[in-house]
């Protein structure tokens, strides 16, 4: 199985601020790699496919990076509806799905 | 718009069993693979299920792999899971999703929409 690391686990920033997310893979997931939002009680919400490609609606302050093993997903300008946790996911192994443990961004 | 609606789940005992259902509405449900994750209390998400558009091959997590059986219904635009000898470790929100994939280009998967999610709770 593809395991995926998530760093930092929680993190807490002011409004305004750049948030950076990463995610390593333990092999290549050649950009099968996606990111979701999860507030409290809600389902996940897909932010970013393919590693970059950034969804309909949502905002642009969004965006995210990387190939191979190593894949970021940044927060520009962070906003109070931006408080929530986020997960990565690798898609690449078809029959075993994974994700990452999560971050928690926090609002000073 | 496009819509997944879960149900089926509540309180059962270890040991015993419980059959989730995924209604799909707003998209061409036969044209979709779709897939089950679940959330334990407090915890990450954790992939548990897939099945293909046409229900003829299904992958499960080594977790539930051997209790927990994934079925589809295209006539009806349902998705169900049957849960058997259920442990306290299975205690979980479950989701369905469907598995999109671009119309072009490469096959990038990535799980839009979720469905809201069905508690299930297995305790004595």
């Known amino acids: 199985d593809i395991q995926m690391t998530q760093s930092p686990s929680s993190l807490s920033a002011s409004i305004g601020d750049t948030v950076t997310i990463t995610c390593r893979a333990s092999?290549?997931?050649?950009?099968?790699l996606n990111w979701y939002q999860q507030k409290p009680g809600k389902a996940p919400k897909l932010l970013i496919s393919?590693?970059?490609i950034l969804q309909s609606g949502v905002p642009s302050r969004f965006s995210g990076t990387g190939s191979g093993t190593d894949y970021t997903l940044t927060i520009s300008s962070l906003q109070s509806e931006d408080s929530a946790t986020y997960y990565c996911?690798?898609?690449?192994?078809?029959?075993?799905?994974?994700f990452g443990q999560g971050t928690k961004v926090e609002i000073k | 718009q496009v819509q997944l609606v879960e149900s089926g789940g509540g309180l059962v005992q270890p040991g015993r069993s419980l059959r989730l259902s995924c209604s799909a509405s707003?998209?061409?449900?036969?044209?979709?693979?779709m897939h089950w994750v679940r959330q334990a209390p407090g915890m990450g998400l954790e992939w548990v299920a897939l099945?293909?558009?046409?229900?003829?091959?299904?992958y499960y997590s080594d977790a539930v792999k051997g209790r927990f059986t994934l079925s589809r219904d295209n006539s009806q635009s349902t998705l169900y899971l049957q849960m058997d000898s259920l442990r306290a470790e299975d205690t979980a929100v479950y989701y369905c999703?469907?598995?999109?994939?671009?119309?072009?280009?490469?096959?990038?998967?990535?799980?839009?929409?979720w469905g809201q999610g069905t508690l299930v709770t297995v305790s004595s």
């Open positions: 999703a469907r598995e999109f994939i671009p119309p072009a280009g490469i096959e990038y998967k990535s799980f839009d929409p």
């Open positions: 707003g998209f061409s449900f036969s044209d979709y693979a």
């Open positions: 099945i293909w558009n046409d229900g003829t091959v299904t």
């Open positions: 092999r290549s997931v050649y950009s099968f």
């Open positions: 393919a590693a970059s």
């Open positions: 996911h690798q898609s690449y192994s078809t029959h075993q799905h994974t």
